[in-house]
């Protein structure tokens, strides 16, 4: 059984970078084919697609988020990485790491999530 959890501060300043890591158990982020992405739902709208990162460790960027958007991983750790730069309120929001079959082309490839973690920006 594949196990995804995420962790991250909770609560992050304006024009701070955010950062958050999702650690995976069950399974290896270098299985082929695997993607794993990072997802996201602000107050009150629908998931956001952020980026991922492909078990070749090729990364793809939301284009909305491309330019503040980082992504990275450490297979010793068997861990991935979300930095996104220069927050605002409006990045407020809960904060998932999903597994997809493939590429993740569709919401239907994604079979293992994260329970998701808040994080909130804020003076």
């Known amino acids: 059984q594949v196990q995804l959890q995420e962790s991250g501060p909770g609560l992050v300043k304006p024009s701070q970078t955010l950062s958050v890591t999702c650690t995976v158990s069950?399974?290896?982020?270098?299985?082929?084919?695997?993607?794993w992405s990072w997802i996201r739902q602000p107050p009150g709208k629908e998931l956001e697609w952020m980026g991922h990162?492909?078990?070749?460790?090729?990364?793809r960027h939301s284009p909305s988020l491309k330019s503040r958007t980082s992504i990275s991983r450490d297979t010793s750790k068997n861990h991935f990485t979300l930095q996104l730069s220069s927050v605002t309120p409006e990045d407020t929001a809960v904060y998932y790491c999903?597994?997809?079959?493939?590429?993740?082309?569709?919401?239907?490839?994604?079979?293992?999530w994260g329970q998701g973690t808040q994080v909130t920006v804020s003076s």
């Open positions: 999903a597994r997809a079959q493939g590429y993740g082309n569709s919401w239907s490839t994604y079979d293992y």
């Open positions: 069950g399974g290896s982020i270098t299985t082929s084919p695997t993607t």
């Open positions: 990162i492909v078990y070749d460790g090729s990364t």
